[in-house]
């Protein structure tokens, strides 16, 4: 039988009990109290027994990575720096409106002041110590440029979340969060993944320019008995 387990922080936002399947096989029974289910990584012969469970297929993402090695003397000066309990509520601002390609928006049932939420939650998240290891940011005359949220992996990090306000994109600003990783993390040599969405083509050219590989690609599906809403 397919094992769920309760995902707090969506349960929290959603106010509503919300699980995520962690393990997946030939029987899909839901909790009897489940509003809110997803599922990750769905082998194909599977997808047919989601369907008829009541998912519905929200998104395709890549899995890329690449391996970084600093180990050559490093710049003195750098455009990044950490970012401060000062920066969370433009930080937050920033994350609430930046992205509309993930699995939140996508889905119909969920609404976009929802979705929203997610990703404002994330940044509180990180300033409370809950979620993310270093959030580097470049900022101008009080203005939050763009961010970068890592995860630290055993293998090295996990871009959780970037983006670049619309205003100061195309300059570059991306390339430069992310090539000054080493100068505030402390590490020179490590391997930097990240998931995209396979219909989020600017994200995936972004990343195959600089040296990103493609690994892999999963699925993601969503479960309601009702639409969630704000």
């Not at 455009?79 to 433009?90: G, M, N, P, V, Y």
């Not at 670049?164 to 020179?188: A, C, K, N």
Request: hydrophobic share 35%.
């Amino acid at each position: 039988m397919s094992r769920f387990d309760e995902d707090i922080f969506l349960s929290d936002i959603f106010r509503k009990k919300c699980y995520q399947c962690v393990e997946i096989n030939d029987v899909c029974a839901l909790p009897d109290d489940c509003d809110f289910a997803y599922v990750k990584k769905v082998p194909d012969q599977l997808s047919a027994l989601l369907a008829s469970s009541g998912f519905t297929k929200i998104e395709t993402t890549v899995d890329l990575s690449k391996e970084v090695n600093e180990i050559r003397t490093r710049k003195k000066e750098t455009t990044t720096r950490l970012a401060s309990t000062q920066d969370s509520e433009a930080l937050k601002k920033l994350a609430k409106n930046l992205f509309v390609h993930d699995r939140w928006h996508k889905d119909p049932n969920i609404d976009n002041k929802v979705a929203q939420r997610i990703k404002e939650r994330w940044i509180e998240n990180y300033f409370s110590g809950n979620r993310g290891d270093f959030c580097i940011i470049q900022k101008y005359d009080d203005v939050i440029k763009g961010f970068l949220l890592l995860i630290k992996k055993s293998s090295g990090f996990k871009i959780d979340l970037i983006g670049v306000d619309p205003q100061f994109q195309g300059l570059g600003i991306g390339r430069q969060l992310i090539h000054e990783i080493s100068h505030h993390t402390q590490e020179v040599s490590f391997e930097l993944q990240v998931n995209t969405q396979v219909s989020n083509l600017q994200a995936l050219n972004f990343y195959r320019s600089i040296a990103f590989k493609t690994q892999s690609q999963s699925e993601t599906w969503h479960f309601h008995k009702k639409k969630i809403s704000s």
